[in-house]
């Protein structure tokens, strides 16, 4: 099984954007260092608490600080830009940093409906315009358009759509790009993605074979109490994003303290759906579980807990379970 992170340099409540991000740098060395294969990094507008609003920009200075991890986005939202510019970005990071750049796209509207105005600076731009400008962002990437995207890389970097439905997974498979399923938002249609992604693959001129993984919250600890108990400031901070409260994670003593009513302890249940929380067997038995279910041996791991120390680690814990460290 391979391992990889998606990080989204979340604040927690008290720091500030520089200390996120210095923590995912940080984050990006140490799993390197335990075998992690990839490092991507989101990209969220308008909002407080996730400060990697730029992942172009990120990248390279992750990829800067590290040797061997792949590094790449999860996920530029093509929707709000130009496929021409997305294609010339990450030709540039791959010039820099040969074979080491994953180009992750993804549907997402990026924010409200004014935040997405102000990205494409008042252009109503239609979401179901997707798999046109993936076809023609591969394009681009391959050299097989009227316009080059320059730098020329003998090698494209490697494309991945980021989907939550079997549709995403559609788009995937019939652009030859790799895919990856955010069972971390959505933990019920996975299957039936990629299973549609297996089957209806046609190979492109940047990937030849399928290829795909599987994200989930993860929070690992010695013990089932304490991953519960690391594991509350993720549930409570998904409450409010969920409420569009606030998306800063709250402090330990914060969500130690905090009492929950019945009805936020159901919706904690049901976001439990999308994260394995336990000790380092239970998290692999239940990602080998996934496995099976999902057809891929590659997961990424996603863990939005308050205190980094202990977030790191959650990482280690786990690169011990399955990589046998």
């Known amino acids: 099984m391979k391992l990889s992170v998606l990080d989204q340099s979340v604040i927690t409540k008290g720091q500030d954007a520089k200390a996120a991000f210095d923590e995912t740098v940080r984050l990006a060395q140490i799993t390197e260092e335990l075998g992690y294969s990839r490092f991507w990094v989101a990209e969220h507008h308008n909002t407080n608490g996730m400060a990697g609003s730029a992942p172009q920009v990120l990248i390279s200075h992750l990829a800067s600080m590290t040797k061997r991890i792949r590094i790449g986005s999860g996920g530029v939202l093509l929707p709000q830009y130009s496929p021409y510019k997305i294609a010339e970005d990450f030709n540039v990071l ?61 090698t494209p970097p490697e494309t991945w759509i980021l989907g939550i439905t079997h549709r995403g997974a559609k788009v995937a498979a019939e652009n030859g790009t790799a895919f990856t399923y955010g069972h971390f938002i ?16 046609i190979p492109s001129a940047t990937l030849k074979e399928p290829v795909s993984n599987v994200c989930v919250f993860v929070v690992c600890a010695p013990t089932q109490e304490e991953a519960e108990r690391i594991a509350k400031s993720q549930d409570i901070w998904l409450l409010e994003v969920e409420r569009g409260i606030d998306t800063r994670i709250p402090t330990k003593e914060e969500a130690e303290s905090r009492k929950l009513s019945a009805r936020e302890m159901e919706k904690v249940r049901e976001n439990r759906k999308r994260a394995i929380i336990g000790t380092p067997e239970k998290v692999k038995e239940e990602l080998g579980l996934l496995s099976e279910i999902y057809g891929t041996d590659e997961f990424r791991v996603i863990t939005n807990i308050a205190d980094f120390e202990e977030k790191v680690r959650s990482y280690e814990l786990l690169a011990e379970a399955v990589f046998g460290g």
């Open 94 to 154: 791959q010039t820099l940093f040969p074979g080491r750049i994953d180009l992750g796209i993804g549907r997402s509207p990026g924010g409200s409906y004014a935040t997405r105005l102000a990205l494409t600076d008042g252009l109503k731009k239609s979401m179901n315009e997707f798999p046109r400008q993936v076809e023609r962002l591969q394009g681009f990437l391959s050299g097989n358009t009227d316009v080059t995207a320059y730098p020329k890389v003998g």
């Open 186 to 201: 959505n933990p019920v249609n996975g299957k039936r993605a990629l299973d549609e992604y297996h089957l209806g693959f």
